[in-house]
């Protein structure tokens, strides 16, 4: 935003880069961000219960979010349900992890060490699904 480079600044570069790359797939400068629409307050309007609608699409395909039909109960089945439902929980949460750490305002962010604490979380969650062989 025009001022010297600091960790604040670095830990915005972060959230946008993860809205960008990470969720959205749409960079700061697309054409659909005019006069106040921002890629920070694309994301952070988005209603709760679709904020998978703005999540990359090639980041997940179809079959991996949304709703999940089961029609054979097994233990297979249900276990990539549970998976599922991790990931999901867990892109929701890169998310909102982009969305507070690309506030415009520097005092509105958190440092970086509170960004490393909340990456973690999400890393435990996919861990301890057993997602990731854990």
């Given at each position: 935003?025009?001022?010297?480079a600091?960790t ?5 570069i ?12 749409k ?23 679709s ?11 179809q ?10 109960s097994?233990v ?10 991790k990931?999901?929980e ?6 909102q ?5 690309s506030?415009?305002?520097a ?28």
């Amino acid at each position: 935003m025009g001022n010297e480079a600091s960790t604040s600044g670095d830990v915005y570069i972060y959230g946008i880069l993860l809205l960008d790359m990470f969720m959205t797939g749409k960079r700061p400068t697309n054409d659909m961000f005019t006069d106040s629409l921002t890629l920070h307050k694309f994301a952070k309007i988005a209603p709760p219960e679709s904020m998978e609608s703005i999540f990359n699409p090639t980041l997940i395909s179809q079959g991996q979010i949304g709703a999940a039909s089961i029609s054979i109960s097994s233990v297979r089945n249900q276990s990539s349900l549970i998976n599922n439902h991790k990931i999901h929980e867990c892109l929701i949460s890169l998310l909102q992890v982009g969305i507070a750490r690309s506030e415009e305002q520097a005092t509105d962010r958190s440092d970086i060490n509170e960004v490393a604490t909340d990456l973690h979380k999400i890393k435990n969650i996919l861990i301890g699904s057993g997602v990731h062989g854990g």
